[in-house]
């Protein structure tokens, strides 16, 4: 493949996973990141079920859940002692193949991203830093810089911005990022230690003294210390040293450190930009929206806008859309991140909150009630999907049409587990595939093969209905595997209209015929 077609700036999870299903979709990319290495530290660690699922395309699922580790509860101590368990090996059981909470730390997520991408002939560009654009119709100008170097003029349909909270695309853009800092300094370290709360399960200690969370790594003795710095110490965060905060909340939960490999502090943002698409270029991930870690939602939404805005650049570069397709992207994420900044917020300021009353309410209120809500099945399943990312949806998009049975169009596909695998596998395909639960019309497969569209059809099962399919209905998926369109009638016309209003053309896009 020659010539490049997205340029992309920054080469984080966001940045690697759009460079990795671009290629793999056959468009030629550049993948440029200012840093002369990648990074060795990271804060996110949540690997969310609807990240686990999409990346079953790249067949990086299986490679994960190896490296990761599965977290079977949470802990909640008051006063030095535990307080409650909360149990989550199975706490999204039926929904999902992964039921569960998964931690991978970032910069171990970063590595596997990398060499997969090395593998598909694509290498970051280091040291290597975006300096502007001009966006023209015909494409895009953008000034690259390395150090002794004269800076590069490159040429490229698109560029995507994934280069972080202090973007320089958003900056070129002049894209808004409003929003606001939260006065809370936190620190974050990568330690070895010992103790009742290194045992593989996530401890948060609710006590009015400095908030801490302890996440369990892959490794005996790993942890994950995150906490706050609520005193004079904050005033002076470049100063500070693990010794300097590690001894109240750390007593609490008893954690005795053997070694620190790493230490950090930051303060934490709550900001969406105004724009997540302006002509030829697009912002995804910390570029686009920041907010706090509650829920650790931060990198999986990034990776979510990636492969969302991937498989729409494929489809309009190949010349089987519309360039109003690449609107649906802002349509479909900037509401989803206004959603999640509001949400995290309200979780972040009730963890983090100071006086007498928010004491009584994380000490005495939350371990009591916050387990019997885990023990109410529908309480559970709300959590579940709403953390894990499933039930995350494109209902009001322009690309979405249709409801048949409970499924609405812009849903994410219900999954079903059968004796022989689940509806899932056939969702490795990178193109527009078709589903029939029960039996497919006559005409239908004549109609997919003239497409080149792939149609799956399941016999029907009572666990179809349960799951909210229609029997015999056609569910239209894209390239991402949502639901694009739902008919109830299992008739051809219905797919010839959705094309046709969208201006689109169904099947794999051109490049990846020519290229796989």
């Known amino acids: 493949m020659t010539g490049c077609k997205v340029l992309i700036v920054g080469a984080g999870p966001t940045g690697l996973v759009l460079a990795l299903w671009l290629t793999r979709l056959g ?81 171990e997520h970063e590595r596997l991203l990398i060499d997969r991408l090395q593998a598909l002939g694509v290498s970051v560009e280091r040291r290597t830093e975006f300096v502007g654009f001009d ?11 390395r150090e002794d170097e004269p800076p590069e003029d490159v040429v490229v349909d698109y560029v995507a911005g994934c280069d972080g909270a202090r973007s320089q695309v958003r900056e070129a853009m002049r894209a808004g990022f409003p929003g606001g800092t939260y006065r809370q300094l936190f620190y974050v370290a990568d330690v070895e230690a010992s103790g009742p709360a290194v045992d593989g399960e996530l401890h948060v200690d609710l006590d009015e003294a400095d908030f801490l969370a302890v996440f369990p790594l892959a490794g005996e003795g790993r942890v994950r210390l995150i906490g706050t710095v609520r005193d004079e110490r904050a005033d002076h965060p470049e100063t500070l040293k693990f010794e300097d905060v590690s001894s109240r909340a750390i007593e609490h939960l008893k954690v005795s450190v053997q070694r620190v490999n790493w230490f950090s502090t930051y303060h934490v943002h709550h900001r969406v930009t105004e724009s997540f698409r302006q002509g030829r270029a697009f912002l995804l991930g910390d570029a686009a929206h920041i907010h706090s870690p509650a829920g650790g939602q931060g990198m999986n939404t990034g990776l979510g806008d990636a492969i969302n805005l991937a498989w729409k650049l494929a489809q309009v570069i190949a010349g089987r859309a519309p360039d109003a397709l690449l609107d649906s992207y802002e349509a479909e994420r900037i509401g989803f991140a206004r959603r999640l900044v509001a949400t995290t917020d309200r979780a972040f300021s009730f963890a983090t909150a100071d006086g007498p009353i928010a004491d009584v309410l994380r000490t005495r209120v939350a371990p009591f009630v916050i387990p019997r809500l885990f023990g109410v099945d529908a309480v559970r399943e ?25 499924v609405h169009g812009g849903d994410r596909l219900p999954w079903v587990k059968s004796e022989t695998g689940d509806n899932f596998q056939a969702l490795t395909a990178f193109s527009w595939q078709i589903h029939v639960y029960g039996a497919a019309a006559r005409e239908l497969s004549g109609w997919c093969e003239e497409r080149r569209l792939p149609l799956t059809v399941f016999p029907w099962r009572a666990e179809h209905e349960t799951a909210g399919l229609a029997r015999d209905a056609v569910y239209l998926l894209r390239p991402d595997t949502y639901v694009a369109h739902a008919d109830p009638s299992g008739s051809t016309d219905a797919l010839d209209r959705y094309c046709a209003e969208r201006n689109m053309t169904l099947g794999p896009p051109a490049a990846v015929t020519a290229n796989l």
């Open 27 to 107: 468009v030629p990319v550049r993948i440029v990141d200012k840093t002369a290495e990648p990074g060795t530290t990271s804060r996110a660690l949540a690997v969310q079920a609807r990240t686990l699922e999409l990346y079953r395309q790249m067949d990086l699922t299986e490679e994960v859940l190896r490296r990761g580790h599965r977290t079977p509860a949470a802990n909640l101590w008051v006063k030095g002692q535990r307080a409650a368990r909360v149990p989550f090996e199975t706490i999204g059981e039926g929904l999902t193949p992964y039921p569960f909470l998964l931690i991978f730390p970032q910069d």
């Open 135 to 145: 966006d023209h119709p015909y494409g895009v100008r953008a000034q690259l810089c």
């Open 382 to 406: 709300y959590l579940f999907r709403t953390v894990g990312q499933i039930t995350l949806n494109y209902r009001r998009g322009p690309l979405s049409a249709g409801l048949a049975g409970q």
